[in-house]
Each structure stands twice: as C-alpha cells, then as structure tokens.
C-alpha cells in the first residue's frame, strides 16, 4: 500500500500562485508515475499533470504554461506549482500515484480562486 498526504490548499486571488504538496510513503518501491488530478462538482476527475520516471511529464493543455508539476525523489513528493490562476482553476485536487497496476489517491484538497 502506497499512502499519500497532500498539502498547500486554499483560497487565492485571480493571478496569484499555489504550490501543492504530495508525499509518498509506505511501499514506493516501484511507483512509476506521481501527477495531479482535479474535480469540480456535477464534473468528472481530470487529469491536470502527470510525471514520468525519468523526469518526462504530461500537463493537460488548459492550464499548460501556468502549472508546473516536479517531483522530489529523496522525499518521495510531488509538487505541483501554479501561477496566473484563473477562477476555472477552482476544485478539488487530487494526487495520484502508479505503482505496478495499481494505483492510489490523496483525500484531496480545496482550491478556490475568487476575488
């Protein structure tokens, strides 16, 4: 079992920045992809970035230039910063890893973007 904690939710301003937090713990030997998902009510999950082994990453078009996922193997994290937020940017985001064929989620955490 992979148990990840997120952190860096909360309220921000139209074109300000959030930096979201994922850390990675229990068996991580094998995870293979670490990325971002969001989800707003009535709406579907969608993925907002994914990053490889390796280093390469898959960022959805809408928010590409203005979020920028990384991650830290010697922590096991996964961040994911975003700048020049808009109010459509608003939801739940959601951590996500890839271990073998399986796969493991955060317990989510709240952005809004609102003036």
């Known amino acids: 079992q992979v148990q990840l904690v997120e952190s860096g939710g909360g309220l921000v301003q139209p074109g300000e920045s959030l930096t979201l937090s994922c850390a990675a713990s229990?068996?991580?030997?094998?995870?293979?992809?670490m990325g971002w998902y969001r989800q707003t009510p009535g709406k579907q999950r969608e993925l907002v970035a994914n990053?490889?082994?390796?280093?390469?990453?898959d960022v959805v078009n809408s928010v590409k230039g203005r979020f920028t996922i990384s991650r830290d193997n010697s922590r096991n994290t996964v961040y994911l910063q975003m700048n020049s937020m808009k109010p459509e940017d608003t939801a739940i985001y959601y951590c996500?890893?890839?271990?073998?064929?399986?796969?493991?989620w955060g317990q989510g955490t709240q952005v809004t973007v609102s003036s």
């Open positions: 996500n890893v890839r271990r073998a064929m399986n796969e493991y």
């Open positions: 229990g068996s991580i030997v094998g995870i293979w992809a």
């Open positions: 990053i490889f082994n390796g280093g390469r990453t």
